[in-house]
């Protein structure tokens, strides 16, 4: 019996909580890119939203508890989706949002968190240090701090892709999914593992930042010392206990991708599918093309997280 955090009826409410702009999210095949590929590709797309990510399934989730609370106010650290997901969901309820982040983060993505009204707050460092100013700000201002897939929330907002896959009947036989902190992995996960069993799901992650899937492989937390990916989104150095606990559980695999592998999947992205994309959102493609022969002739989904990324940055990484 499956014995993870996430509740599968909790994640079924969670369809009424969500806004409906953030559901139902496109889930196509596409051919020109199965076939460079050699097996069959759908894709899963969770950027035509107004954060351009899949991260606002759980803040609404987030938002609406907290309003029904009666609080006023909430501090987030983000690589930056999270930090727009949290700024939509709160202005939308009422909520004063605060969003740690790196300087190193990408522009793109702080530019928008202002933009969403949310105050933004830079440190020196990486998300982990990020992680560690949004710990001081809330107990300083006796405000709830959100932490993305250690919230129960935020795991179960991201499971309700699992249960539009799982109701698309389709005959995928294996999801591909970016691993960061594990929100998106263990609530998609969760509900295959009980809806669609046969379903392998396979995470993905840089070989840059390895924590999660050292850790998932050992099967104890295993942290690195720094990071070095484009993948901002996934660079995390300190998996979660509770969050590997449940990843341990509903993950058939988890494999590292090298950096020349994700440009390559953008600019695959881009060009048989038409789809801008941020590093880590190319991640199940670059798995396929470092390890072709595992994959011929199945039929995958691969989910497109996020599509937060700066021109420059993108015509950089993609421009051959």
Same mark, same amino acid.
Request: charge should be negative; include cysteine; aromatic fraction near 4%.
């Given at each position: 019996?499956?014995?993870?955090?996430?509740?599968?009826?909790?994640?079924?409410?969670?369809?009424?909580?969500?806004?409906?702009?953030?559901?139902?999210?496109?889930?196509?095949?596409?051919?020109?890119?199965?076939?460079?590929?050699?097996?069959?590709?759908?894709?899963?797309?969770?950027?035509?939203?107004?954060?351009?990510?899949?991260?606002?399934?759980?803040?609404?989730?987030?938002?609406?508890?907290?309003?029904?609370?009666?609080?006023?106010?909430?501090?987030?650290?983000?690589?930056?989706?999270?930090?727009?997901?949290?700024?939509?969901?709160?202005?939308?309820?009422?909520?004063? /949002?605060?969003? %740690?982040?790196?300087?190193?983060? @990408?522009?793109? =993505?702080?530019?928008?968190?202002?933009? #969403? &009204? +949310?105050?933004?707050?830079?440190?020196?460092?990486?998300?982990?240090?990020?992680?560690?100013?949004?710990?001081?700000?809330?107990?300083?201002?006796?405000?709830?701090?959100?932490?993305?897939?250690?919230?129960?929330?935020?795991?179960?907002?991201?499971?309700?892709?699992?249960?539009?896959?799982?109701?698309?009947?389709?005959?995928?036989?294996?999801?591909?999914?970016?691993?960061?902190?594990?929100?998106?992995?263990?609530? /998609?996960?969760? %509900?295959?593992?009980?809806?669609? @069993?046969?379903? =392998?799901?396979?995470?993905?992650?840089? #070989? &840059? +930042?390895?924590?999660?899937?050292?850790?998932?492989?050992?099967?104890?937390?295993?942290?690195?010392?720094?990071?070095?990916?484009?993948?901002?989104?996934?660079?995390?150095?300190?998996?979660?206990?509770?969050?590997?606990?449940?990843?341990?559980?509903?993950?058939?695999?988890?494999?590292?991708?090298?950096?020349?592998?994700?440009?390559?999947?953008?600019?695959?992205?881009?060009?048989?599918?038409?789809?801008?994309?941020?590093?880590?959102?190319?991640?199940?493609?670059?798995?396929?093309?470092?390890?072709?022969?595992?994959?011929?002739?199945?039929?995958?989904?691969?989910?497109?997280?996020?599509?937060?990324?700066?021109?420059?940055?993108?015509?950089?990484?993609?421009?051959?």
């Amino acid at each position: 019996m499956l014995a993870t955090r996430l509740d599968l009826d909790r994640i079924r409410a969670a369809r009424r909580v969500i806004d409906p702009i953030f559901l139902n999210t496109p889930l196509y095949q596409c051919d020109a890119l199965g076939r460079q590929l050699g097996c069959t590709v759908s894709i899963k797309l969770e950027t035509a939203n107004p954060v351009r990510s899949f991260k606002a399934r759980g803040t609404e989730l987030v938002a609406s508890l907290l309003t029904d609370q009666g609080r006023s106010a909430v501090v987030c650290a983000s690589a930056g989706n999270l930090g727009q997901a949290l700024g939509w969901s709160g202005r939308r309820r009422g909520l004063d /949002v605060t969003v %740690v982040a790196s300087r190193s983060a @990408p522009t793109a =993505k702080l530019d928008r968190i202002r933009a #969403l &009204g +949310a105050e933004l707050e830079l440190v020196d460092g990486d998300f982990e240090m990020a992680r560690e100013r949004a710990v001081s700000i809330a107990h300083q201002r006796g405000i709830r701090l959100v932490e993305d897939s250690l919230d129960v929330e935020t795991c179960e907002g991201a499971a309700t892709i699992g249960l539009e896959l799982a109701d698309a009947g389709s005959a995928f036989d294996t999801v591909l999914i970016a691993l960061g902190g594990g929100a998106m992995a263990t609530g /998609v996960g969760s %509900v295959l593992k009980i809806l669609s @069993p046969d379903v =392998k799901m396979i995470c993905v992650q840089p #070989l &840059g +930042a390895p924590a999660m899937t050292r850790s998932w492989h050992e099967r104890r937390v295993v942290t690195t010392d720094s990071t070095d990916t484009i993948a901002d989104g996934v660079a995390g150095r300190y998996p979660i206990p509770e969050v590997l606990n449940d990843l341990l559980q509903v993950a058939d695999d988890a494999v590292l991708v090298q950096e020349a592998s994700i440009v390559a999947g953008m600019r695959m992205l881009l060009e048989h599918t038409g789809l801008v994309v941020e590093p880590s959102a190319a991640l199940g493609v670059a798995a396929v093309l470092e390890d072709p022969d595992r994959f011929a002739g199945r039929h995958l989904v691969t989910i497109i997280c996020g599509s937060n990324v700066g021109l420059d940055d993108y015509h950089r990484w993609v421009r051959p």
